[in-house]
């Protein structure tokens, strides 16, 4: 079955040590996203990459890196200047990055900082 | 830029009753509109989608929503809630330039 893959479910970190959510997509799509969801907030993007070796910044990028060397992943580092990186977050991708084409959304992975 | 509005942050219903969740953008021109729906601790699932055309669109699970571009709003609606239509709805937009830009959320508690 097609779909995407996170992992992994939970996650627990120190406070000060960088740590990477994988994201996995078989569905060959061209784009992928990375979405941060906090209680009360609803998602908000972190990046987004709408071809491999490309990505961009979404509204919270600050303290987080991506890397897309292979169409079917777009691994999210979470680092240490990440002043609150609590939360869920959510891969996502689609067939491109156009607004007709609907995003796919993984399980999600939730991180809980210490 | 862009913003969505869910004004209701939880709602409760008994079951079988109807559901109306509301959604309201700001954009200048005509957004495409999505409604998303999911359950504790999982990802998103896409309920229905308004791109152009028919202002009242079908989705899945019995849902639909209808487009009102005078008052800026995409409305989810349900004529009869089931035990299993629990959990967080979210309205979200795109306006063509980066990705969705979402609702804060709606949690749908169903009373037996």
């Known amino acids: 079955d097609g779909g995407i893959t996170q992992s992994p479910k939970y996650l627990f970190r120190k406070e000060g040590q960088n740590v990477t959510l994988s994201c996995e997509q078989n569905?060959?799509?061209?784009?992928m996203y990375w979405y941060r969801q906090d209680p009360g907030q609803g998602l908000r993007l972190i990046y987004y990459?709408?071809?491999?070796?490309?990505?961009q910044k979404g509204d919270i990028a600050e303290g987080y890196s991506v890397s897309r060397e292979k169409k079917e992943s777009f691994p999210l580092t979470v680092t240490s200047a990440q002043k609150n990186p609590t939360a869920f977050y959510l891969c996502?991708?689609?067939?491109?990055?156009?607004?007709?084409?609907?995003?796919?959304f993984g399980p999600g992975t939730r991180l809980t900082v210490t | 830029a862009q913003s969505v509005t869910q004004p209701d942050i939880h709602i409760t219903v008994s079951e079988g009753a109807s559901l109306e969740l509301r959604c309201n953008y700001s954009?200048?021109?005509?957004?495409?509109l999505f409604w998303y729906v999911q359950s504790p601790g999982q990802g998103l699932q896409l309920l229905l989608k308004?791109?152009?055309?028919?202002?009242l669109v079908q989705g899945i699970k019995g849902f639909e929503a209808e487009f009102k571009r005078s008052q800026s709003s995409f409305n989810l609606r349900k004529p009869s809630v089931h035990w299993s239509d629990a959990a967080e709805y979210f309205c979200?937009?795109?306006?063509?330039?980066?990705?969705?830009?979402f609702g804060s959320g709606t949690r749908l508690q169903v009373q037996p």
């Open positions: 979200a937009v795109h306006t063509g330039r980066r990705a969705l830009t």
């Open positions: 990459s709408q071809i491999v070796n490309d990505f």
């Open positions: 569905l060959n799509h061209d784009a």
């Open positions: 308004y791109f152009s055309g028919d202002t």
């Open positions: 996502a991708s689609s067939a491109d990055r156009g607004p007709s084409y609907e995003q796919y």
């Open positions: 954009y200048g021109a005509t957004p495409y």
